[in-house]
Nanobody, 121 residues
Framework: QVQLVESGGGLVQAGGSLRLSCAAS????????MGWYRQAPGKQRELVTS???????NYVDSVKGRFTISRDNAKNTVYLQMNSLKPEDTADYYC???????????????WGKGTLVTVSS
């Protein structure tokens, strides 16, 4: 199985920065795409950004130019650098990863427990 542990959330003023980390551990053959969702109070969870195994990123329009996703495959870790934060970025941020458990198995999606990001105005 795969465990994802996020860190780096917290309280920041508008215009500030935070860096989230998510480390995958457990027994698996490979970690494939990874990324971040967020869920604000009273809203649906939305995909913020993802990155493929070879490092190609995608972003939702609302964070383009402000957020940067990266990964360290040797550490099975994905990072989210968030700059120019806005109050509307306030949400629980959830890491996800697609993992292949054996050489011959399919890819399964795993979730972290979330980390809270609060941006004050």
């Amino acid at each position: 199985q795969v465990q994802l542990v996020e860190s780096g959330g917290g309280l920041v003023q508008a215009g500030g920065s935070l860096r989230l980390s998510c480390a995958a551990s457990g027994t698996f053959f490979s970690i494939n795409a990874m990324g971040w969702y967020r869920q604000a109070p009273g809203k649906q969870r939305e995909l913020v950004t993802s990155i493929t195994g070879d490092g190609s990123p995608n972003y939702v329009d609302s964070v383009k130019g402000r957020f940067t996703i990266s990964r360290d495959n040797a550490k099975n870790t994905v990072y989210l650098q968030m700059n120019s934060l806005k109050p509307e970025d306030t949400a629980d941020y959830y890491c996800h990863a697609y993992a292949t458990l054996t050489r011959y198995s399919g890819s399964y999606k795993y979730w972290g427990k979330g980390t809270l990001v609060t941006v004050s105005s």
